[in-house]
């Protein structure tokens, strides 16, 4: 099935020369982290693209059936738990073509940056370990590597090095610390460049979390005038 999602943009200053493709989580919408935009750079201090994608509505198997925006299916909470992995497959072939329309747009895959929360950032994960030209870096909040068992094989070689921005709530009892830990330590394991932070929060953001987040936007896309 192939999939345009719809999307809120917001421009830091005219002719932007980087992006940010920022993945909601379970049930969320677009407008869920856009409020974050200003915290991070302020006007006119950088000409950043913000796209903020709503997933479809679908039918989650966790919450009874019942429909709502998500990136995939959640079979069971138990981690041996099947994944959906056509469902990855569909929102991976969205995102890519959200990549591929900033591209399109003047901005290159290594100024864009593919960051996601929860589900979006699993789905965040997914993508950009496999795809095949270099992109500017990941964030990875309160969230967890999906379909670990395949990236050995499906890795792309572009993204070895790309920075990865990984975080997540000491208290989140949505998705466990453990998880997120045991993601970073295959992630590491796999060779791959972690920024691993932690911070007394449920599963949500805070405003350290914010500051770290802008400091690591700003290390992987610097400014043009300047490099």
Same mark, same amino acid.
């Given at each position: ?29 677009? +407008? ?44 069971? #909470? ?21 990549? /591929?329309? &900033? ?15 929860? &589900? ?63 993601? +970073? ?6 060779? #791959? ?8 929060? /449920? ?10 987040? +802008?400091? #690591?936007? #700003? ?7 300047? &490099?």
């Amino acid at each position: 099935m192939h999939m345009t999602l719809e999307t809120i943009e917001v421009e830091t200053a005219p002719h932007p020369d980087a992006a940010v493709i920022w993945l909601h989580g379970l049930g969320a919408d677009g +407008r869920d982290f856009e409020p974050v935009v200003p915290e991070l750079v302020r006007h006119g201090e950088r000409a950043w693209r913000f796209i903020f994608p709503h997933a479809v509505i679908r039918p989650v198997t966790i919450n009874g059936g019942m429909r709502m925006r998500a990136w995939y299916d959640i079979l069971g #909470f138990d981690r041996k738990a099947k994944e959906d992995e056509a469902g990855f497959r569909e929102s991976d072939a969205a995102v890519r073509e959200l990549i /591929a329309d &900033q591209v399109t747009r003047g901005i290159p895959a290594k100024r864009i940056v593919l960051a996601g929360f929860s &589900q979006g950032g699993a789905v965040s994960l997914y993508t950009a370990l496999r795809y095949p030209e270099r992109l500017g870096g990941v964030m990875a909040l309160s969230t967890y590597l999906p379909l670990g068992g395949s990236l050995a094989s499906e890795r792309a070689p572009a993204n070895e090095g790309t920075s990865i921005f990984m975080a997540h709530g000491l208290t989140d009892a949505v998705l466990p610390l453990a998880m997120g830990l045991e993601s +970073r330590d295959v992630l590491k394991a796999l060779g #791959f460049s972690i920024e691993w932070h932690q911070y007394p929060m /449920a599963h949500s953001v805070c405003a350290a979390e914010i500051a770290d987040i +802008r400091a #690591f936007l #700003f290390r992987v896309l610097p400014d043009p005038l300047h &490099q």
